[in-house]
């Protein structure tokens, strides 16, 4: 059974519906991505399904709980960890982390406490008050607090943002091998490399989900063909690239240009009519996720247009 | 797992408002600096029994009887005759415009009455817009008066005692007949400054968390709305219990207000308002959507509490509408329960209806809150 699996969740603000038919299915021990861009959903999506927010329709089950009559007890058994630094900075960490452990009343507390700092690398700054701990560190407190109760499901909003590389790869790793001991997780992210470090993948664009599946699946399923252009005069290549129908995206990645469309006839001609132009060479490239999510972004403006 | 009310988990927010009060410097001038300035400011400011008020002496004539009656008044340390004038005109001239607190008027033949025991009269007219100055001034007047003119007369005793007895002291409070006494105003501060204190902290409670972007994360987590409510109103009931020792304590001894009644009434009493106080706070929190508008209801209520609840003018002077308006404050309720119990000795059977007030408050106030309280975000 997955983890998640909820149907046609809607939710509007005043009028504005923020979340659109929204379905999903997550199964056991998967990492999911949940992308879009900023004010595409995500986190009303993410607050629906752990019981913050009342969806005006859908219905599912979160956890093996049904999302309309027990949102109480999803709410306590996922771990959520909210976009914004919601926990106490007045308090330190081990204050903090202490607090949680007696709201969820795990025994003894001390141990519980100890046992999160020491597993989460905390222990040095135990005493430290969260408000003057760097991004990367109240990251680490906030995945250590919603990890405390040992929940089997993390839906985590945003976790990486403004955080450093570094600090970035370590919370991945520690999400990977957790996932293998069954833990599932839903990450909403802005970054490609992270999506790329998903087992699947869901996209969300004004409130629709418009693509789910692997990174493999979604690049194939938009159905774009990529062309490669190097060489002559690049910066011509691009103006003229830009006018021409069929031709969709085109972006300089340094000496190479990509060159994006959904009819692959079309797109070849297009380029090989400008490469003899500006005397440029072009060869047959693989799409990658961000073209993908470009295209989306801009499919859905001209929708809204 | 219990859902509606553990209490481990009331522990674990009442521990982590104890902490934020403890590194929250505003905390410890609410508690002890407020109750103690305004105590100060208000308890010597309404100087509860002024000396040395000017007044003004109309009077015609200069004879021994007049003259006595004045170095009386005099001597009483209340009156200071800064003015003599010869006509009532004069004398009420100064009162209104508020020169003099008082008007002393000996009649031309005050002396010729006195001597002919035929009813001398004096009459004292005294602004009473702020009743307690009046009121030590004007209880000493008859002893005063009657024991200067026996002295005047000491050759013929007995016939001065009579005629003494015939002396008659009118007294004209003006602009304010009836009087507030003085003690009423120390056990009346301890209720207004455990309100503005007590409602105003636990106003921010909820729009605190709010504005920090901390609630999300409370409501993520298995706190009952219960224990929310309980957990933060709580560690209030500790910094309202100092105040009252502070207020109790200075009420005592610098202002010797008397203790004549039960000490366990009074402080039981003290409990069911200070807690009906808290959730008062705390449900305008669930209302306010920021601490400014927290501030803003706390503001709103503070006023109309103040003037009509007997602290500021008499409860029973008020208009009726005003009465009726004044009961739907616990301040009033708890007005009449510490001047009660503090300075008449009333048992609990007498105040019963006022405490049962006071806890319906508790009861409605909590539920509101409780009704008010959303679970999620919407
Ligand atoms: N409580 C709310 N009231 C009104 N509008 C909201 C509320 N929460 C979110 N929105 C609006 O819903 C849209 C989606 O927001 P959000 O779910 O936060 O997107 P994302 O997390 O993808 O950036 C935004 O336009 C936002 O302004
Ligand atoms: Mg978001």
């Given amino acids: ?305 | 797992m219990n859902t509606l009310f553990s209490l481990r988990r009331l522990h674990a927010i009442i521990l982590k408002e104890l902490i934020q009060m403890r590194r929250d410097r505003v905390t410890f001038v609410m508690m002890l600096g407020v109750p103690l300035v305004q105590l100060i400011l208000f308890g010597y400011a309404i100087n509860l029994d002024p000396k040395g008020l000017p007044a003004a002496l109309v009077t015609a004539s200069q004879d021994q009887y007049t003259r006595a009656m004045v170095s009386a008044l005099e001597n009483t340390g209340y009156y200071r005759f800064d003015y003599l004038v010869d006509s009532a005109e004069k004398g009420d001239r100064l009162l209104e415009n508020g020169t003099v607190s008082f008007v002393v008027t000996i009649p031309g033949d005050f002396a010729r009455r006195v001597i002919r025991g035929d009813h001398p009269q004096i009459l004292i007219e005294a602004d009473a817009t702020d009743p307690s100055v009046a009121s030590g001034a004007i209880s000493t007047l008859s002893t005063v008066a009657a024991q200067a003119l026996l002295r005047e007369q000491s050759a013929e005793v007995q016939s001065a005692r009579e005629k003494a007895r015939e002396l008659e002291v009118v007294v004209h409070r003006l602009y304010n007949p009836e009087g507030i006494t003085q003690y009423n105003i120390v056990p009346g501060l301890l209720g207004v400054i455990l309100q503005l204190t007590m409602v105003m902290m636990t106003s921010m409670a909820l729009t605190r968390e709010t504005e920090r972007g901390t609630m999300e994360n409370l409501l993520a987590m298995p706190a009952s709305p219960l224990e929310i409510m309980l957990g933060k109103v709580i560690p209030y009931l500790m910094v309202g219990a100092v105040q009252v020792l502070v207020v109790l304590g200075a009420a005592r001894f610098l202002f010797g207000v008397p203790f004549v009644g039960s000490m366990p009434l009074l402080l039981g009493g003290i409990a069911i308002f200070v807690m009906s106080l808290v959730l008062l706070g705390y449900t305008f929190s669930t209302l306010a959507r920021s601490q400014m508008q927290a501030m803003q209801l706390t503001f709103f209520f503070f006023l109309p509490s103040l003037m009509l609840s007997g602290f500021m003018f008499p409860f029973r002077g008020m208009p009726d509408w005003a009465q009726m308006l004044g009961e739907i404050f616990p301040l009033t309720h708890f007005l009449r329960v510490i001047r009660a119990v503090m300075l008449k000795g009333t048992d609990f059977v007498t105040i019963s209806n006022e405490i049962g007030a006071l806890f319906l408050f508790v009861l409605i106030y909590a539920g509101l809150a409780l009704l008010r309280f959303r679970r999620t975000l919407d």
């Fill in chain 1, 1 to 305: 059974m997955n983890v998640i699996d909820v149907h046609d969740l809607t939710k509007s603000f005043n009028g504005k519906t923020v979340v659109d038919h929204v379905s999903m299915a997550v199964g056991r021990g998967e990492i999911s991505g949940f992308l879009g861009p900023n004010g595409s959903g995500k986190t009303t999506t993410i607050r629906v399904m752990c019981g913050l927010l009342k969806p005006d329709t859908g219905h599912g089950t979160v956890l093996g709980h049904d999302l309309l009559t027990e949102g109480l007890r999803i709410k306590r058994e996922v771990g959520y960890m909210t976009q914004r630094f919601s926990f106490y900075e007045d308090l330190s960490i081990e204050e903090n982390l202490a607090f949680v452990a007696r709201l969820y009343e795990l025994e003894p507390v001390g141990q519980a406490v100890r046992d999160t700092l020491e597993d989460l690398g905390l222990y040095s700054r135990r005493r430290q008050l969260a408000g003057t701990l760097s991004g990367g560190w109240k990251q680490r407190l906030a995945l250590a607090a919603c990890l405390m109760h040992k929940p089997s499901l993390l839906l985590l909003d945003e976790p990486t943002a403004g955080v450093d590389p570094n600090a970035r790869r370590e919370f991945w790793d520690e999400i990977h091998a957790r996932a293998a001991d069954g833990l599932t997780v839903l990450v909403s992210t802005h970054y490609m490399d992270e999506a790329e470090r998903c087992h699947r993948i869901h996209y969300i664009s004004y409130g629709k989900l418009i693509a789910s599946g692997t990174v493999d699946e979604v690049v194939d399923n938009a159905g774009l063909f990529t062309l490669l252009v190097t060489g002559g005069d690049l910066a011509e290549a691009q103006k003229r690239l830009r006018r021409i129908e069929g031709v969709d995206q085109v972006a300089p990645f340094g000496v190479t240009l990509h060159v994006v469309g959904t009819d692959h006839d079309k797109l070849e001609a297009a380029v090989r009519q400008v490469s003899s132009e500006t005397g440029s060479q072009w060869t047959k490239g693989e799409t990658s996720l961000e073209d993908v999510f470009i295209q989306f972004m801009a499919n859905a403006r001209d929708n809204m247009a």
